[in-house]
């Protein structure tokens, strides 16, 4: 088992290990973990490795909702060893049954939560998060049905993803005024090329107690080691559906930071998730895994290497903000 941390997850009780896994890849197609057998490898890989936290969302899979579904058939027996968090309020195609594209509204918050526990198999989810702003209902209207469900025993904790800076203020606000439970956590695109979550969302995150949740941390990959200028494995999901970020990455940049990597004999997979987990407010990062080996790599890479303030500040050159 990798010597993986644990940090709680902003202002909250809730204890997180510093890699989670995301589970955008379980039922996708052309994946090892389209089906069962493939979920059930990586989860359980991820167990013995001692990671705690798994992040899907209702969405997720070649069919939405079937993340959950192969999930809860994986996690019987072994529930009670995981913090398990997923994601409502984006389109579910009907799955969920006419949501008019209001899916922040307390109608449309307590069809997707019962959707999610069957498909997970489960009574509660530990972190239930709004996966992305409503503009159409009230934040007060979400808080105070996700407060009923905190209530009723069905959710732990709360938290949302791809709010902007404003909006978790909003948010924030909103719960104190009101009395309802604060969300904790936020979950925005953060890695080493996508580095606009500095200016305010990661300061709203930090002035406010959440704990920050990056997604495609590594850039979908690119940030493994395994890619160069003339491309990288064949069955990668850059190398087949997103080969543009392989062409339009900054090679020079990215040349540049596996020299500094090779100079400290640190792969470039550990001084990623090092500088990612450096950063203020970031609790645990969240990377996908089709294959056992992928996550238990990410969570011996976690503690592998201890970067000073200055190795952080170097990294963080090479890829400036306003690059």
Known sequence: MANIEYRTLGDS????????????????????????????????????AGVTFFDTADIYGKERGLSETLMGVSLQGKRDRVVLATKFGMDMAGVNGPDWGVRGSRRYIRLAVESSLRRLRTD?????????????????????????LIAEGKIRYIGHSNLAGWQIAEAEFTARLAGHPRFISAQNEYSLLVRGAEREVLPAVNAYGLGFLPFFPLYNGLFTGKFSRSGGPADSRIMMIRKHLLDDAPWDAIE?????????????????????????????????????EQIVANAEAATAWTPTAEDVATISGFFPLDR
């Open 13 to 48: 009780g809730l204890i997180v290990s510093t890699i989670g896994l995301g589970c955008n890849n379980f039922g996708r197609a052309g994946t090892a973990t389209e089906t069962q057998e493939g979920t059930d490898a990586v989860i359980g890989a991820a167990i013995d």
């Open 124 to 148: 509660w989810i530990d972190l239930y998060q709004l996966h992305q702003p409503d503009p159409a209902t009230p934040i007060e209207e979400t808080l105070e049905t996700l407060d009923d």
């Open 256 to 292: 540049r930071y596996q020299a500094f990597c090779d100079e400290r004999g640190v792969s470039m997979l550990e001084a990623t998730f090092a500088w990612l987990l450096a950063q203020p407010g970031l609790t645990s990062v969240i990377a996908g895994a089709t294959r056992p």
